[in-house]
């Protein structure tokens, strides 16, 4: 079915999305943003029309919408998509604010496709065939770390004046949920979860936010460890995986995944073809993974198959993220619902 796709906030990802959608061959594609600024280099980069509000662009006929706000106002959109019947992806969250008007919408049949854009990337579709074929045996350990430094996420603005400033969306907050949607891929749900939450050094802008997270997630046959920080001045995520028969490791900045087979004990690598990079951005972040995103966002649309992050799971993602900040808060351990 022809359809416009509508993005809903022209920040960088909002932009992101439409050059997506461009890739895939979209050409009815509309922006909004009530900055002018922002508006108008969409329009001239991606030659699309824009507007400052949804009712100004007055769109008709079959839509679809991409909403890239910042997190604490996706749930007025996803709303107001819900009630209209429209199809509607959104960036990656950290609050829950209406979440649970919003699962009763999905429950009735509202299609609410939230991001998981790891879950597209080469390296980790590989991870996760790996742990599932047993090729590392029964597992004992893991070990993430992603890391980097706030300032550089926009180096064209101030850290003060976005979202990744303000405690509720603060940068290290935003990345857990971030990596927790694909680590449960992977390895499945935690059972429990203790913390360590703080701030430890100065970032202009962000005097307000827990700069790292330190999460110890009990998996039942094997811990996971998880530290996500913005303090890291050089770009990392880094994944350690022990097991009965082999270790895996996975350096973003090696481009590949390293195996050890204890049988042999030969390493090996595998490596694979993340695409580029837009301009501007880290090597790391190839554009593919967020091509193929929306490309199942699209196909979710049209029916084709279902988009694979459930609004219901992203919620119990967000429950993990809160638990381990009561957990710090607390010293204790909490039981996560199963």
Known sequence: MSRTFVVIGLGSMGKRRIRCLQALGMTAIVGVDPREDRCA???????????????????????????????DLHHVYLERAASAGIPSFVEASVVD??????LAREEAGALIAPSATLCFHPAIR?????????????????????GQYLPDWHTYEAVSDYYVSNRDTGGAREIVPFELTWLVTVFDWPRTVSAQVRKTIEIPG???IDDTYALMLDMGAFPLQL??????????????????????????NEGCIRLYDAATAEW????????????GYNANIGEQMYIDEIRAFCDAVDGLAPFPNA???????????????????????????S
């Open 206 to 208: 962000a005097e307000t």
């Open 97 to 102: 604010t209406g979440m649970a008007s919003l």
């Open 126 to 146: 590989q991870i996760r065939d790996i742990v599932a074929g047993g090729r590392l045996g029964r597992l004992s350990s893991v070990s993430m770390h992603s």
């Open 268 to 279: 090996s690598k595998i490596e694979y073809d993340l695409g580029k990079a837009e301009a």
């Open 227 to 252: 530290t996500v920080d913005v303090v890291s001045r050089v770009a990392t995520r880094r994944l350690l995986v022990n097991g009965e028969t082999g270790q895996l490791v996975w350096d973003w």
């Open 311 to 337: 609004l219901g799971d992203d919620h119990r993602i967000l429950g993990v993220l809160y638990a381990a900040e009561r957990a710090s808060a607390n010293r204790s351990v909490e039981v996560l619902p």
């Open 41 to 71: 280099e969409a329009a001239a980069r991606y030659q699309v029309p824009v507007h400052a509000s949804l009712d100004a662009a007055a769109v008709s006929g079959p839509q679809a919408w991409i909403i890239s706000v910042p997190p």
